[in-house]
Structure formats: structure tokens, C-alpha cells
Nanobody, 114 residues
Framework: QVQFVESGGGLVQPEGSLTLTCRLS????????MVWYRQAPRKERELVAS???????SYADFVEGRFAISRDNTQRTVTLQMYNLQPEDTAVYYC????????WGQGTLVAVSP
């Protein structure tokens, strides 16, 4: 069974930091591009960051150098380190592969509030 499990979210104050982790069970990890997405209330899901099989990373414009994506092929995990979080970063964060998706996990909620 293919399953993503995201963890590490929580409530943080503005300018705070969090590290999110996503683990893939089943499926193919090593050769796939892995992607972090987020979905804020009443908004569409959007891409946050991606990392390909060669560990080349790319980021959405709104990241502005605040996040760092990495992967551990042995552990089958992809990590998103987030710094200088702002209220507009509040969302449920998900991971998946690209271009086609496996079933979505439950995501992990990041809430940024004073």
C-alpha cells in the first residue's frame, strides 16, 4: 500500500521555524521528484518546493529563501525546513511525487499566529 505520512506541523509565532517531514511507504521513492504542497483555508492547493532525484531543488516565489527542502533516500523521507514563518504560511502541508501523484496523505497543519 502506498502511503504518505506528513508530520512536524504545529502552532508557531511569526518569525518562528518548523521542520516538516514526509515519509513514503510503498511505491517508488528514489527516482521520483518529491514535492511539498500546501493548502490554505478556502484556497487551492499550491506547490511550495520540489527536489528531484539528483537533489536539485526549486521553490515557489513566495518562499523567498525562507524554506529548504531535502531528501533521504535511505529513510524514504523528504524534509521541509521553514524559517521566518508568517501568518500567510498558515496551511495544511502535504507531500507527493511529481509528475503523477500517489494517494494523498493527511497532511500536517502549520498555523502561524501571534
Amino acid at each position: 500500500q502506498v502511503q504518505f505520512v506528513e508530520s512536524g506541523g504545529g502552532l508557531v509565532q511569526p518569525e518562528g521555524s518548523l521542520t516538516l517531514t514526509c515519509r513514503l511507504s510503498g511505491g517508488i521513492f528514489v527516482t521520483n521528484t518529491m514535492v511539498w504542497y500546501r493548502q490554505a483555508p478556502r484556497k487551492e492547493r499550491e506547490l511550495v518546493a520540489s527536489i528531484d532525484r539528483y537533489r536539485a531543488a526549486s521553490y515557489a516565489d513566495f518562499v523567498e529563501g525562507r524554506f529548504a527542502i531535502s531528501r533521504d533516500n535511505t529513510q524514504r523521507t523528504v524534509t521541509l525546513q521553514m524559517y521566518n514563518l508568517q501568518p500567510e504560511d498558515t496551511a495544511v502541508y502535504y507531500c507527493n511525487k511529481s509528475p503523477s501523484s500517489y494517494p494523498w496523505g493527511q497532511g500536517t497543519l502549520v498555523a502561524v499566529s501571534p
